[in-house]
């Protein structure tokens, strides 16, 4: 049976790891995009600084005493000129290991960051999701996201191109 729950600092190499596999995946998908040996984000200092943050969240689902997903959602205000202002929830990574998927994980992470951030006085929620991603976009769709904007890319040098 698969517990969810508010990650702990101890939590934050287990998160790591879920997010260097999201990272690999990328990397399958486009290596001319993404790097080979990042830092940053898929360190354990990373997600101990987003765990113990008060305008963040992390939930983690938990089998047998493995985390095999999670999400992290963290709270912002939209500063752009031509947007209405309004506190909302982004949400950038969701990650649930390949044997747990399509198991209601995903949905179940998502409606606790959902969740966290009304009670945060958060109006929506935002992500991106790549191109290829498209057990996650459809995920996402199926819990009433909306495609809003393309982010377009075109590589100029011959290295780059694919």
């Known amino acids: ?5 508010i990650a702990t600092p101890e939590d934050a190499d287990d998160v790591a790891r879920l997010d260097e596999h999201l990272m690999a995946v990328h990397r399958r998908a486009w290596p001319h995009l993404f790097a080979e040996n990042p830092t940053g984000q898929s360190d354990p200092p990373h997600w101990l600084s987003e765990l113990q943050s008060s305008q963040a969240r992390v939930f983690v ?3 047998d005493g493995t985390i095999v997903g999670f999400v992290s959602v963290r709270l912002a205000v939209e500063g752009h000129a031509h947007l209405r202002p309004m506190k909302y929830a982004l949400v950038p990574s969701l990650v649930v290991a390949e044997p747990y998927r399509s198991m209601g994980i ?5 409606a606790l960051a959902e969740e966290w951030s009304t009670s945060e006085g958060a109006q929506e929620a935002r992500l ?3 191109a290829f991603n498209e057990g996650a976009l459809h995920l996402y769709q199926a819990g009433g996201y909306q495609v809003r904007a393309h982010f377009l890319g075109k590589p100029l040098t011959a290295a780059d191109a694919r």
Not at 1 to 5: A, D, L, N, P, Y
Not at 106 to 110: E, F, I, K, N, P
């Open 61 to 63: 689902a938990e089998r």
């Open 1 to 5: 049976m698969t517990q969810f729950r």
């Open 106 to 110: 995903g949905s179940r992470l998502m």
């Open 128 to 130: 991106s999701v790549w």
